[in-house]
Nanobody, 124 residues
Framework: VQLTESGGGLVQAGGSLRLSCAASGRTVSNYVMGWFRQAPGKEREFVAAISRRSGSATYADSVKGRFTISRDNAKNTVYLIMNSLKPEDTAVYSC??????????????????WGQGTQVTVSS
């Protein structure tokens, strides 16, 4: 599967963005789909993931209540809706697909396919 992210940009603190991850090949419901982010000088960080069959979502504590992950099987796309953005949310956001597990994982080692990333910058 090939993954392509879009929707990043510059936004003021408190604002919102919607990131999209379009998949080509197999449908996204065949994978655990995750979002990760990496800020300059920091390690890659788990943000959110959605399970393969149930579609249940898992979030990092830092984004819980502000971000929502969802998928549209008809469009073969996974979304990350980000509200109440903070400057510390600034990072390159990447989507990823896990071909093995059924339940969402927060470890980037468990993901097999990655997109190229999209920059999100939140100004104070």
């Amino acid at each position: 599967v090939q993954l392509t992210e879009s929707g990043g940009g510059l936004v003021q603190a408190g604002g919102s963005l919607r990131l999209s991850c379009a998949a080509s090949g197999r449908t996204v419901s065949n994978y655990v789909m995750g979002w990760f982010r990496q800020a300059p000088g920091k390690e890659r960080e788990f943000v959110a993931a959605i399970s393969r069959r149930s579609g249940s979502a898992t979030y990092a504590d830092s984004v819980k209540g502000r971000f929502t992950i969802s998928r549209d099987n008809a469009k073969n796309t996974v979304y990350l809706i980000m509200n109440s953005l903070k400057p510390e949310d600034t990072a390159v956001y990447s989507c990823a697909a896990d071909d093995l597990r059924t339940v969402a994982s927060g470890s980037y080692y468990d993901y097999d396919y990655w997109g190229q990333g999209t920059q999100v910058t939140v100004s104070s």
